[in-house]
């Protein structure tokens, strides 16, 4: 990283000396040619004293001249001025944005990383020590759940990989399938319920809510909303998730006690690869594709999602879908 720092930053020297040049050359211009156009126009005066001819109609044609060609280089100048100058500024955030792109990319890559060996690693061990040793039932099941909790993981990570590659493709087809989406969520938050015993899950689902969608991406945006409210909420905190119908929409939120999200972030983290902080050094889990593939989804169904904070403290997640027509 240093290395790729320095070579970054000797790029960046090279293109502000070679803007300086080309400016410095274009003032230079500028100068010379007015005053060639002095020099010209005062020869042309000379001429006409050594002549002895006092034409002042000439002398008025010869000062206008100068004027014209004046105005032109200044003119001429202006324009390239501007011409350099924008290209230079659509450069600068051409590359600026490619290498903060690039950054994002690198860091999601090692987050990835992490959140693929990580499982790998949980279930390997579970399975090994199932084989080698021969435990009580108690904890076997512990063990088998704990593995099963890790390919969960996995499974999400694969499906959120893929559908973000389909989406940005543009050929995952959005589904208009009539959906319970009072169920669908009641079923997350039981699968949540067994997969965090240690934590709680308090719901307010109002019953047989319909939307037409498809099931697995309304599936994975409450999945999406509520393990991110896991991740960063402490381990004792309630995730509340609500569902209610409100002027012909649906609306889904879910709640946490955790740290919070700053104004000037709360737009960001919709972005893709984007985490809170720097991704290579925190302690949570995640790749930065939840919440922009949440986003990707809610829009795609023409509905909204916001986020707000919560009191005391934490955040809560709102996401406004039209219900089936059938219930309207």
């Known amino acids: 990283m240093p290395g790729k720092s320095k070579k970054l930053q000797f790029i960046f020297i090279i293109f502000w000396v070679l803007l300086v040049y080309i400016l410095s050359a274009l003032v230079w211009w500028y100068i010379a040619l007015n005053k060639q156009n002095r020099q010209m126009t005062q020869f042309k005066m000379d001429e006409l004293t050594v002549a002895k001819r006092n034409d002042p109609a000439k002398q008025v044609r010869i000062r206008e001249e100068e004027s014209r060609k004046t105005a032109q280089f200044t003119g001429e100048g202006a324009i390239f001025f501007l011409l350099i100058m924008g290209g230079a500024v659509f450069v600068y955030r051409a590359?600026?944005?490619?290498?903060?792109?690039?950054?994002?990319?690198?860091?999601?890559?090692?987050?990835?990383?992490?959140?693929?060996?990580?499982?790998?690693?949980?279930?390997?061990?579970?399975?090994?020590?199932?084989?080698?040793?021969?435990?009580?039932?108690?904890?076997?099941?512990?063990?088998?759940q704990t593995t099963l909790q890790e390919t969960n993981r996995l499974n999400a990570l694969c499906n959120n990989m893929l559908l973000s590659s389909q989406i940005e493709a543009g050929g995952y087809p959005f589904t208009d399938e009539e959906t319970n989406f009072s169920e669908l969520i009641s079923n997350c938050v039981e699968d949540f319920v067994i997969r965090y015993p240690e934590r709680t899950f308090p719901a307010e689902i109002q019953e047989n809510l319909f939307i037409l969608g498809d099931r697995l991406l309304l599936q994975m945006v409450a999945n999406n909303l509520i393990e991110n409210a896991v991740k960063y909420s402490p381990k004792a905190s309630p995730v509340n998730v609500l569902v209610s119908c409100r002027s012909n929409r649906i609306v889904l939120q879910v709640k946490d006690l955790g740290p919070g999200i700053s104004s000037e972030e709360k737009e960001k983290i919709f972005r893709k690869f984007y985490r809170v902080g720097n991704a290579a050094t925190k302690s949570a889990k995640g790749t930065g594709l939840g919440l922009y593939l949440t986003r990707k989804i809610v829009k795609g169904y023409k509905g909204q999602i916001m986020v707000t904070d919560n009191e005391p403290t934490g955040a809560v997640f709102t996401i406004l879908l039209h219900v089936s027509n059938e219930m309207n």
């Open 95 to 144: 590359v600026r944005r490619q290498l903060k792109t690039s950054q994002e990319q690198q860091n999601f890559m090692m987050a990835l990383t992490h959140e693929l060996k990580t499982p790998i690693a949980v279930a390997k061990l579970n399975l090994e020590t199932l084989q080698k040793r021969k435990l009580d039932e108690t904890r076997q099941q512990r063990l088998l």
